[in-house]
């Protein structure tokens, strides 16, 4: 039974349902046109120490882990620079050895470190991630009252964007804090105001938000001004209550966005501008090691490949491959791919 990109087992049913080649009205957003790699993608968010269990079996019952770095922007981060493009990278960590580890992990990467804040008062947060050998692993998160989530305003404010080409948010930042909600709404704000691109990822992470019903309606609100909005299939039927890929691309434009990815699990993904839309196929691998990261590989490819004037099929054909190549490590980013492996 063939495995794709985000780790679920393909059906024949979904294979039969799923198709093998673009289809529908291409369409590229007119922003990146003629004037490839003009600028820089800015994310703001909190990276963590991971620690991956070396076994199968329930987090409580592991004794052996295996420490790494993740965060879903510091991800993207690290695949848009092993594309060749220039990511800025807003955020906090703790004076502690996790906070020392995250900085080697960013000067090891050429990843600028210049707007990494560490704080004396609060911990670096880390998480817990189970080994499987089918479905996606379960996560365990300690980051509540860490140092990234006292990101506020006053971070995101007065950053330069005169060389930013994308400002790349994702659902998890307002999760983290009122502090970091309120930083969420004001470099949205700032971004509008200075035209600069707004790509969005909802990011659901149930387990960081008070309850369901705040969770949705920020997500709803943050996606209505954002320019693009990169939804899962699942994501999008939480957030609107519909679950075709047409719907929900409908769904988030009719709620304000320009553009819309939808990530179509093991089919493929859809983008529309709610005129056009196309479709392009999932890539098929023959085993996936690990399905966490691959969403935020999603996000690196597709925007790189923006940025370089790609059309959305074209972008959307990366962010496959540079998902899927994600899948086949353990690490939530060590699988990105470098240009000559991403083609
Ligand atoms: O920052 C967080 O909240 C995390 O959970 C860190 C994870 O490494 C990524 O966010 C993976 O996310 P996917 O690429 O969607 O699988």
Not at 82 to 91: F, P, T
Not at 218 to 223: A, I, K, N, V
Not at 292 to 307: K, R
Request: glycine share 10%; hydrophobic share 40%.
């Amino acid at each position: 039974m063939p495995a794709h990109y985000n780790g679920d087992e393909a059906t024949d049913e979904d294979v039969a349902k799923g198709i093998s080649e673009v289809q529908g009205q291409d369409f590229a957003p007119q922003e990146f046109q003629g004037c490839p790699r003009q600028g820089s993608v800015l994310l703001v968010g909190e990276p963590m120490a991971l620690f991956t269990a070396e076994c199968t079996g329930s987090l409580q019952d592991v004794n052996e882990f295996s420490a790494s770095i993740a965060g879903a922007e510091l991800n993207v981060v690290v695949g848009l620079t092993r594309l060749g493009h220039q990511a800025q990278y807003v955020a906090h960590v703790g004076q502690d050895p996790f906070g020392i580890k995250i900085h080697h992990f960013l000067q090891q990467h050429g990843i600028d470190d210049s707007a990494l804040t560490v704080d004396p008062h609060h911990s670096t947060g880390f998480m817990l991630k189970s080994k499987v050998t089918k479905g996606d692993p379960a996560t365990a998160y300690w980051r509540s009252g860490s140092a990234a989530s006292a990101i506020n305003p006053q971070d995101v404010e007065g950053l330069d964007l005169s060389g930013t080409a994308i400002v790349h948010i994702t659902g998890i930042l307002p999760a983290l804090s009122a502090s970091a909600a309120a930083a969420t709404q004001a470099l949205m704000a700032h971004a509008r105001r200075e035209h600069v691109f707004l790509s969005f990822d909802p990011n659901l992470r149930p387990a960081l938000w008070e309850n369901a019903e705040t969770m949705r309606s920020t997500l709803r609100d943050l996606s209505s001004q954002a320019d693009l909005v990169l939804p899962g299939i699942g994501e999008g039927e939480e957030l609107f209550s519909v679950s075709s890929v047409e719907e929900i691309g409908k769904a988030f434009i009719d709620n304000g966005a320009r553009y819309v990815v939808v990530k179509d699990g093991p089919r493929g993904a859809y983008a529309t501008d709610g005129k056009r839309s196309v479709y392009v196929p999932a890539f098929v691998v023959s085993t996936i090691v690990d399905t966490v990261g691959a969403g935020d590989g999603f996000a690196a490819g597709l925007l790189s490949a923006l940025l370089e004037s790609a059309s959305f099929a074209g972008a959307m054909d990366r962010a496959c491959a540079v998902g899927a190549m994600q899948t086949q490590v353990v690490s939530d980013n060590e699988g990105l791919p470098t240009p000559n492996l991403a083609k």
